[in-house]
Protein backbone atom coordinates (compact mmCIF):
# COMPACT_ATOMS: atom_id res chain seq x y z
CA UNK A 1 0.00 0.00 0.00
CA UNK A 2 1.36 3.73 -0.56
CA UNK A 3 2.21 5.52 2.36
CA UNK A 4 0.87 9.03 1.84
CA UNK A 5 -2.63 7.28 2.29
CA UNK A 6 -4.65 11.41 3.73
CA UNK A 7 -8.33 12.01 4.46
CA UNK A 8 -7.46 14.55 1.31
CA UNK A 9 -6.98 11.56 -0.66
CA UNK A 10 -10.13 9.45 0.17
CA UNK A 11 -12.03 12.57 -0.32
CA UNK A 12 -10.23 12.82 -3.75
CA UNK A 13 -10.48 8.76 -4.94
CA UNK A 14 -12.17 5.54 -4.38
CA UNK A 15 -9.71 3.10 -3.19
CA UNK A 16 -10.48 -0.15 -4.05
CA UNK A 17 -8.62 -3.70 -3.84
CA UNK A 18 -9.46 -6.00 -6.83
CA UNK A 19 -10.84 -9.21 -6.48
CA UNK A 20 -9.33 -12.92 -7.65
CA UNK A 21 -12.12 -12.66 -10.62
CA UNK A 22 -10.94 -9.19 -11.61
CA UNK A 23 -7.16 -10.58 -11.56
CA UNK A 24 -8.10 -13.29 -13.42
CA UNK A 25 -9.55 -11.36 -16.21
CA UNK A 26 -7.08 -8.98 -16.53
CA UNK A 27 -4.27 -11.94 -17.06
CA UNK A 28 -6.75 -13.84 -19.44
CA UNK A 29 -8.38 -10.81 -21.52
CA UNK A 30 -5.58 -8.39 -20.79
CA UNK A 31 -7.47 -5.25 -20.09
CA UNK A 32 -9.72 -4.34 -16.31
CA UNK A 33 -12.29 -1.46 -16.38
CA UNK A 34 -12.38 0.31 -12.94
CA UNK A 35 -15.76 2.15 -12.34
CA UNK A 36 -15.85 5.93 -11.07
CA UNK A 37 -12.14 5.62 -9.21
CA UNK A 38 -12.18 9.79 -8.74
CA UNK A 39 -14.81 11.29 -6.86
CA UNK A 40 -16.66 14.31 -7.76
CA UNK A 41 -14.12 16.40 -5.92
CA UNK A 42 -10.92 14.54 -7.71
CA UNK A 43 -12.92 14.82 -11.18
CA UNK A 44 -13.23 18.66 -10.54
CA UNK A 45 -9.39 19.11 -9.55
CA UNK A 46 -8.60 17.39 -12.61
CA UNK A 47 -10.64 19.31 -14.42
CA UNK A 48 -9.18 22.76 -13.32
CA UNK A 49 -5.64 22.16 -12.50
CA UNK A 50 -5.27 19.57 -16.08
CA UNK A 51 -6.82 22.69 -18.24
CA UNK A 52 -4.87 25.00 -16.37
CA UNK A 53 -1.45 23.31 -17.56
CA UNK A 54 -2.80 22.72 -20.69
CA UNK A 55 -4.03 25.96 -21.54
CA UNK A 56 -0.82 27.75 -20.64
CA UNK A 57 1.50 25.41 -23.14
CA UNK A 58 -1.15 24.40 -25.96
CA UNK A 59 -4.16 26.63 -26.43
CA UNK A 60 -3.32 28.77 -29.66
CA UNK A 61 -0.60 26.76 -30.58
CA UNK A 62 -0.59 26.91 -34.62
CA UNK A 63 3.09 26.16 -35.55
CA UNK A 64 3.81 23.55 -37.81
CA UNK A 65 4.06 21.11 -34.72
CA UNK A 66 2.62 17.27 -35.80
CA UNK A 67 -0.67 17.05 -34.81
CA UNK A 68 -0.02 14.06 -32.18
CA UNK A 69 2.97 16.15 -30.41
CA UNK A 70 -0.27 18.81 -29.77
CA UNK A 71 -2.40 16.22 -28.37
CA UNK A 72 0.07 15.39 -25.88
CA UNK A 73 1.39 16.90 -22.88
CA UNK A 74 3.94 14.81 -20.79
CA UNK A 75 5.19 14.88 -17.15
CA UNK A 76 1.58 16.42 -15.82
CA UNK A 77 2.45 15.47 -12.56
CA UNK A 78 5.47 17.91 -12.41
CA UNK A 79 2.60 20.93 -13.10
CA UNK A 80 -0.53 19.44 -11.20
CA UNK A 81 -0.72 18.24 -7.48
CA UNK A 82 -3.95 16.09 -7.66
CA UNK A 83 -2.43 14.34 -10.78
CA UNK A 84 0.69 13.72 -8.71
CA UNK A 85 -1.15 12.67 -5.66
CA UNK A 86 -3.33 10.55 -7.85
CA UNK A 87 0.65 9.03 -10.16
CA UNK A 88 2.40 8.54 -6.86
CA UNK A 89 -0.29 7.27 -3.86
CA UNK A 90 -3.90 7.11 -5.77
CA UNK A 91 -5.59 3.35 -5.97
CA UNK A 92 -3.80 3.01 -9.15
CA UNK A 93 -0.79 2.14 -7.19
CA UNK A 94 -2.75 -0.80 -5.53
CA UNK A 95 -4.13 -2.09 -8.68
CA UNK A 96 -0.77 -2.52 -9.62
CA UNK A 97 0.64 -4.24 -7.18
CA UNK A 98 -1.71 -6.65 -7.44
CA UNK A 99 -0.78 -7.32 -11.11
CA UNK A 100 2.77 -6.95 -11.42
CA UNK A 101 3.81 -7.68 -7.99
CA UNK A 102 5.60 -5.47 -4.54
CA UNK A 103 7.83 -3.52 -6.61
CA UNK A 104 6.61 -0.41 -8.36
CA UNK A 105 8.10 2.93 -10.26
CA UNK A 106 5.64 5.14 -12.44
CA UNK A 107 7.24 5.61 -15.47
CA UNK A 108 4.96 8.10 -17.65
CA UNK A 109 2.16 10.25 -16.86
CA UNK A 110 0.92 12.58 -19.92
CA UNK A 111 -2.33 14.33 -20.96
CA UNK A 112 -3.87 12.79 -24.08
CA UNK A 113 -6.51 15.04 -25.45
CA UNK A 114 -8.44 14.62 -28.30
CA UNK A 115 -10.16 17.93 -28.71
CA UNK A 116 -13.73 18.49 -30.76
CA UNK A 117 -13.05 18.36 -34.12
CA UNK A 118 -9.93 16.62 -34.15
CA UNK A 119 -10.58 13.66 -36.41
CA UNK A 120 -6.96 12.57 -36.84
CA UNK A 121 -7.03 8.81 -35.74
CA UNK A 122 -4.20 6.86 -33.42
CA UNK A 123 -3.47 3.43 -35.41
CA UNK A 124 -3.47 0.48 -33.84
CA UNK A 125 -0.37 -0.25 -31.76
CA UNK A 126 0.98 -1.69 -28.52
CA UNK A 127 2.48 0.90 -25.81
CA UNK A 128 5.22 -1.25 -25.58
CA UNK A 129 6.26 -0.53 -29.20
CA UNK A 130 6.80 2.79 -28.40
CA UNK A 131 8.52 2.30 -25.19
CA UNK A 132 9.80 -1.47 -24.93
CA UNK A 133 10.37 -2.36 -21.36
CA UNK A 134 11.69 -5.35 -20.12
CA UNK A 135 9.67 -7.36 -17.61
CA UNK A 136 6.87 -7.12 -19.80
CA UNK A 137 4.49 -6.82 -17.60
CA UNK A 138 3.81 -3.07 -17.68
CA UNK A 139 0.73 -1.20 -17.37
CA UNK A 140 -1.47 1.63 -19.17
CA UNK A 141 -3.76 3.14 -17.10
CA UNK A 142 -6.41 6.12 -18.66
CA UNK A 143 -8.45 7.70 -16.52
CA UNK A 144 -10.99 9.85 -18.23
CA UNK A 145 -11.76 13.41 -17.38
CA UNK A 146 -14.62 13.63 -19.67
CA UNK A 147 -17.42 10.62 -21.23
CA UNK A 148 -16.08 9.07 -23.74
CA UNK A 149 -17.92 6.91 -26.75
CA UNK A 150 -17.40 6.10 -29.96
CA UNK A 151 -18.23 9.84 -31.54
CA UNK A 152 -15.69 11.73 -29.39
CA UNK A 153 -12.96 9.37 -30.05
CA UNK A 154 -13.32 6.37 -27.29
CA UNK A 155 -10.23 3.88 -27.17
CA UNK A 156 -10.89 0.31 -29.24
CA UNK A 157 -9.40 -2.49 -28.21
CA UNK A 158 -8.41 -6.57 -28.95
CA UNK A 159 -9.38 -8.26 -26.12
CA UNK A 160 -6.80 -11.33 -25.22
CA UNK A 161 -4.27 -10.03 -28.13
CA UNK A 162 -1.38 -9.68 -25.23
CA UNK A 163 -1.09 -13.06 -26.01
CA UNK A 164 0.42 -12.76 -28.99
CA UNK A 165 3.47 -10.99 -27.30
CA UNK A 166 6.04 -8.44 -28.50
CA UNK A 167 5.22 -7.14 -31.79
CA UNK A 168 8.21 -5.33 -34.22
CA UNK A 169 7.17 -2.28 -34.82
CA UNK A 170 10.61 -0.58 -36.36
CA UNK A 171 9.98 2.08 -34.29
CA UNK A 172 13.75 3.67 -33.52
CA UNK A 173 15.20 6.76 -31.94
CA UNK A 174 14.63 8.76 -34.59
CA UNK A 175 10.52 8.04 -34.72
CA UNK A 176 10.26 8.29 -31.41
CA UNK A 177 12.79 11.55 -31.06
CA UNK A 178 9.55 13.18 -34.02
CA UNK A 179 6.65 11.21 -32.44
CA UNK A 180 5.85 9.38 -35.49
CA UNK A 181 3.01 7.04 -34.98
CA UNK A 182 2.70 2.89 -35.44
CA UNK A 183 0.68 1.36 -37.65
CA UNK A 184 0.52 -2.03 -37.29
CA UNK A 185 -2.21 -4.17 -39.46
CA UNK A 186 -4.73 -5.81 -37.29
CA UNK A 187 -7.69 -8.07 -37.87
CA UNK A 188 -10.59 -5.38 -36.83
CA UNK A 189 -12.99 -8.00 -36.43
CA UNK A 190 -12.24 -8.83 -33.19
CA UNK A 191 -12.11 -5.19 -31.64
CA UNK A 192 -14.43 -3.70 -29.27
CA UNK A 193 -14.75 0.25 -28.25
CA UNK A 194 -14.52 1.03 -24.54
CA UNK A 195 -16.77 3.94 -23.67
CA UNK A 196 -16.22 5.33 -20.35
CA UNK A 197 -17.79 7.92 -18.12
CA UNK A 198 -15.76 10.69 -16.22
CA UNK A 199 -14.03 9.09 -13.39
CA UNK A 200 -13.66 5.88 -14.96
CA UNK A 201 -10.18 3.90 -15.29
CA UNK A 202 -8.95 1.60 -17.62
CA UNK A 203 -6.22 -0.56 -17.33
CA UNK A 204 -4.41 -2.65 -20.02
CA UNK A 205 -1.44 -4.69 -20.52
CA UNK A 206 1.44 -3.10 -22.21
CA UNK A 207 0.69 -5.47 -25.39
CA UNK A 208 -2.42 -4.80 -25.42
CA UNK A 209 -3.42 -4.02 -29.52
CA UNK A 210 -5.73 -0.38 -28.89
CA UNK A 211 -6.50 2.15 -30.76
CA UNK A 212 -8.69 5.77 -30.84
CA UNK A 213 -10.48 7.16 -34.02
CA UNK A 214 -11.10 11.00 -34.29
CA UNK A 215 -13.32 13.19 -32.47
CA UNK A 216 -16.16 13.95 -34.53
CA UNK A 217 -18.06 15.60 -31.82
CA UNK A 218 -18.76 19.73 -32.37
CA UNK A 219 -19.51 20.11 -28.36
CA UNK A 220 -17.35 17.32 -26.62
CA UNK A 221 -13.62 17.14 -25.85
CA UNK A 222 -11.85 13.83 -25.11
CA UNK A 223 -9.97 14.48 -22.08
CA UNK A 224 -7.82 11.60 -20.65
CA UNK A 225 -4.77 11.46 -18.08
CA UNK A 226 -2.85 8.60 -19.36
CA UNK A 227 -0.49 6.52 -16.83
CA UNK A 228 2.05 3.67 -17.28
CA UNK A 229 3.21 1.76 -13.98
CA UNK A 230 6.44 -1.27 -14.63
CA UNK A 231 8.36 -3.63 -12.92
CA UNK A 232 10.93 -1.52 -10.34
CA UNK A 233 13.78 -3.34 -11.95
CA UNK A 234 12.27 -2.29 -15.44
CA UNK A 235 14.98 -1.61 -18.57
CA UNK A 236 14.43 0.22 -21.37
CA UNK A 237 15.09 -2.23 -24.47
CA UNK A 238 15.29 0.25 -27.03
CA UNK A 239 17.88 1.64 -24.96
CA UNK A 240 20.79 -1.14 -24.41
CA UNK A 241 18.74 -2.27 -21.43
CA UNK A 242 19.32 0.70 -19.32
CA UNK A 243 17.37 1.20 -16.27
CA UNK A 244 13.47 3.02 -17.16
CA UNK A 245 13.77 6.01 -14.53
CA UNK A 246 10.52 6.58 -12.64
CA UNK A 247 9.59 7.33 -8.94
CA UNK A 248 10.15 4.00 -6.92
CA UNK A 249 6.47 3.86 -5.15
CA UNK A 250 6.41 0.69 -3.77
CA UNK A 251 9.02 -2.37 -3.10
CA UNK A 252 12.75 -2.09 -3.75
CA UNK A 253 14.84 -1.68 -6.69
CA UNK A 254 18.50 -2.65 -7.73
CA UNK A 255 18.89 0.54 -9.34
CA UNK A 256 20.71 3.53 -7.29
CA UNK A 257 19.03 6.08 -9.81
CA UNK A 258 15.66 4.99 -9.46
CA UNK A 259 15.76 5.01 -6.04
CA UNK A 260 16.50 8.39 -6.19
CA UNK A 261 14.54 9.77 -9.51
CA UNK A 262 12.23 12.44 -8.38
CA UNK A 263 11.68 11.82 -4.76
CA UNK A 264 11.76 15.65 -3.96
CA UNK A 265 8.44 15.73 -5.32
CA UNK A 266 5.70 15.35 -2.60
Not at 200 to 222: A, E, P, Q
Request: aromatic share 10%.
Amino acid sequence: MPLKITQSLNSCFNFQSLTQEQVDCYQTQGYLFLSQILTTKGLALFREQCLEAWDAEKRGNDDETSWLKKSLLINIHHQSSIVRDYYFWGPLVDVTEQLIGPNIKGVTSQLTFKMRGNTNPFAWHQDNGYGELNPYNAITTLTAMDDADEKNGCLWLIPKSHLEGQIPAGFDKKARSERKPIELQVDESRAIPMPMKAGDSLIFNCWMLHKSDGNYSSDRDRRILFLRYADADAVEVYNNNQPRLGRLLLGQTQFEQVRAFEQELE
